[in-house]
C-alpha cells in the first residue's frame, strides 16, 4: 500500500481525507470536529441543521407561519441558527486540527441567504464550503465575500467547465478543490444527466481523467480533485494515489461516519446499517428536486414505487383509445381511460387504492385514502424547504411562489421525512439516504463484535488503507 501523504488544500496540507456533508441534522458539529481532529478535512452540513436551547436540547423545527412565504422565511432563519451552532460545535471539537467545511444544497431553499448568513455569523471558524445539487454559479462569489475557499460538487467535465466558464475563472484564487460525486455510486441526490443511464454505471477513473485534462487546460493542475462515492478501503483505490495522469486527489467519504460514536442518528439506524445487503440501496428518481438519489430500499420507497406503478393517462375528451369513462373525485368529473387501462383500475381499488389523484402530466395515481390526506396535508404544509418543489409546485423564483404546474403526488416532502429519521423516526417509514457501498459494513471486521469508532478512529483505520 502506498503511502498516503497530506496533500495542498485551501492554502494548506491536510490528509486527503474528506468527510461527506450529509443533511439535514446527520452530519454535524460532532462528527465534523471529530473527524478533523484526526487530520483531515470535516464536513457539516447547514441544510436545515439543528440549533440548541439554552440546556443544550435541539430545538425542533415547527412553524407557524399562516402561508407558505412566511413559513419559508421561518425556514431560512432556522438554517442560518443551525449553521452557526454547528460551526461553533465543530470548532471546539476539533482542537485545531485539521480542517472545517459546511456543506449546502444550491437547491435547497434560501441557500444564498442561509450560507452568507451563517458564514457571517460564524467567521473565521468555517474554512470551506462545498456546495451540489444543481448549478452554483453564485458559490465563488459568496467564497470570496467572506475568505473562504469553496469545493464544486460535480459529476461531469462538462459541468465543471459551464461553471468555469461563466463564474469561477473570476475566482480562481478561492477555488479550494472540486469534489467529483460519482451519480452512481455516492449516496443522497445524485448528479446524472439525461445522457448517462442509471443502470449503466460508468468505470470513475475515465470520467475523473476528463475531470483533470479540462481542469488542466484552465490551469488547474494543481487543484485537488476529491473523489466522492464508493469509497471504502484505500487499498482499493492504490492506483489513483500519486498517480500523475490525475494529479492531487483526495477521498470522500459519506456513508462511513455514520457509523461512528459522534453520530447523531439513532442507535436503530446504526443497527440497520450493519445488516445491509448487496442491492438494499437503490437509485431512484422520486425525490421533488428532479434528481435521481441513492437510498436504503425500505417500506418508504416501495410505497412510492407502489405510487407510481398505480398509474394511468388520461384524456379530458374521448380520443383514440381513451373512450373508457371515469369519474374523478367526489364529484366525479368524467375522464377518460384506455379500456385496458380502466380495467387495471379496477383492479387497484378491490385492493383499496381507490383515490385516484391527477398529475402534471395527464396521468392519475391510485392511493389509499390515508395516503391521500397525508400527500394532501403535506403539500398545504409547504415551508420552501427547496428552490423549486415538484411535489408542492412551490417555487423561490416566481412573485406567486408557484411553479404553475400541478402539485405531484408522485413525489413527498423531504424535508418532513429528513426531520423525522434524523430525530429518531421510523426507519421503513422515511427515507434513509445512503450510499451504495454500505453494504460493506455488514463484512468489514473493523465493525466486528458491534464496534464503533470515534470519527478519529475512523480517519486512523483509513490512513491504513485497508
Known amino acids: 500500500m502506498k503511502a498516503i501523504n497530506p496533500i495542498r488544500m485551501g492554502g494548506v496540507d491536510v490528509l486527503p481525507l474528506v468527510e461527506g456533508g450529509k443533511g439535514v441534522a446527520v452530519s454535524n458539529g460532532a462528527t465534523c470536529g471529530g473527524w478533523a481532529s484526526g487530520g483531515g478535512v470535516g464536513t457539516f452540513s447547514a441544510v436545515n441543521a439543528d440549533s440548541y436551547d439554552a440546556d443544550g436540547n435541539v430545538i425542533r423545527q415547527t412553524y407557524s407561519g399562516r402561508t407558505r412565504r412566511e413559513r419559508h422565511e421561518e425556514l431560512v432563519a432556522y438554517g442560518i441558527a443551525g449553521g452557526i451552532a454547528q460551526a461553533k460545535e465543530a470548532h471546539e471539537r476539533s482542537n485545531g486540527q485539521g480542517r472545517i467545511h459546511t456543506n449546502i444544497l444550491w437547491e435547497m431553499g434560501g441557500a444564498e441567504r442561509v450560507a452568507r448568513g451563517m458564514l457571517e455569523g460564524a467567521k473565521g471558524l468555517i474554512h470551506g464550503i462545498t456546495c451540489g445539487a444543481g448549478m452554483p454559479y453564485r458559490l465563488a462569489d459568496i467564497a470570496r465575500d467572506y475568505g473562504v475557499h469553496y469545493y464544486p460538487i460535480i459529476s461531469s467535465s462538462r ?42 454505471p460508468e468505470d470513475p477513473f475515465p470520467r475523473v481523467l476528463k475531470l483533470r485534462q479540462q481542469m488542466r487546460e484552465f490551469g488547474l493542475g494543481d487543484v485537488p480533485i476529491i473523489m466522492a462515492g464508493g469509497v471504502w478501503w484505500l487499498e482499493e483505490w492504490e492506483d489513483w494515489i500519486d498517480n ?13 461516519p455514520l457509523l461512528t460514536q459522534e453520530s447523531p442518528i439513532s442507535e436503530a439506524w446504526k443497527q440497520r ?70 380495467a387495471r383500475v379496477q383492479g387497484w381499488e378491490a385492493q ?115
Open 159 to 200: 459541468a465543471f467547465a459551464a461553471l468555469w466558464k461563466r463564474a469561477y475563472s473570476k475566482t480562481r484564487e478561492w477555488l479550494g478543490g472540486v469534489v467529483y460525486e460519482d451519480p452512481w455510486l455516492a449516496g443522497g441526490h445524485n448528479g446524472l444527466s439525461n445522457s448517462e443511464d442509471p443502470r449503466k
Open 244 to 256: 500523475p495522469d490525475l494529479g492531487p486527489i483526495a477521498f470522500q467519504f459519506g456513508t462511513r
Open 273 to 342: 446499517l450493519m445488516t445491509l445487503k448487496p442491492g438494499d440501496v437503490s437509485l431512484q428518481a422520486f425525490s421533488p428536486t428532479g434528481f435521481y438519489s441513492s437510498a436504503i430500499r425500505n417500506e418508504f420507497l416501495r410505497e412510492l414505487e407502489d405510487r407510481n406503478e398505480h398509474q394511468v393517462a388520461y384524456t379530458s375528451e374521448p380520443v383514440g383509445d381513451h373512450v373508457a369513462e371515469y369519474g374523478v373525485g367526489p364529484r366525479k368529473r368524467l375522464v377518460y381511460l384506455t379500456e385496458h387501462d380502466r
Open 352 to 466: 383499496g387504492f381507490i383515490e385516484a389523484m391527477r398529475t402534471p402530466d395527464n396521468t392519475l395515481i391510485f392511493v389509499t385514502p390515508d395516503q391521500a390526506q397525508e400527500i394532501i396535508k403535506d403539500q398545504v404544509d409547504c415551508m420552501g424547504c427547496l428552490s423549486h418543489c415538484r411535489f408542492s409546485n412551490w417555487t423561490q423564483n416566481e412573485p406567486d411562489f408557484s411553479t404553475g404546474k400541478k402539485a405531484d403526488p408522485r413525489s413527498f416532502c423531504i424535508q418532513k421525512t429528513l426531520q423525522d429519521v434524523a430525530h429518531d423516526g421510523a426507519l421503513d417509514r422515511n427515507l434513509m439516504f445512503a450510499g451504495h457501498n454500505a453494504f460493506r459494513f455488514a463484512s468489514d471486521p473493523f465493525y466486528s463484535n458491534g464496534f464503533v469508532p470515534t470519527a478519529k478512529q475512523l480517519v486512523e483505520r483509513i490512513m491504513t488503507g485497508r
